[in-house]
């Protein structure tokens, strides 16, 4: 009994540890991934998506305009492929607002 305790405590932290340096590495690609956009430039060629991670990475606050002419003023929470979390938006009684990117009809960011 005293061996199968010792084993589940041998892999039980080889987990811990291991997942602690999974997200070390998670971390650095997320760094990594953040500089490379906030270093990038938008031009008319730039796709929406686009348009969104470099705002996230500059911290920048975006007006995202949706159809029907709905502003939200916010910071970026998340980018998807399909949709945007944008965190407390201003003058809104709510705290996130997520939109689908094909909803959107343009995008408003300040300068760097």
Request: proline content about 2%.
């Amino acid at each position: 009994m005293m061996k199968k305790s010792l084993i589940f405590a041998a892999v039980l932290g080889a987990g811990i540890f291991g997942g602690a340096a999974v997200n070390r590495a998670l971390a650095a690609d997320d760094a990594a991934e953040k500089q490379k956009f906030a270093k990038q430039a938008i031009t008319a060629d730039t796709t929406l998506w686009t348009v969104f991670k470099i705002a996230q990475a500059r911290d920048s606050k975006a007006t995202v305009i949706v159809e029907g002419g709905v502003q939200y003023t916010a910071k970026l929470k998340d980018v998807g492929r399909e949709f945007v979390v944008l965190k407390e938006p201003t003058g809104k009684e709510y705290f996130e607002v997520v939109v689908a990117l094909d909803k959107i009809v343009a995008v408003e960011l300040k300068a760097p």
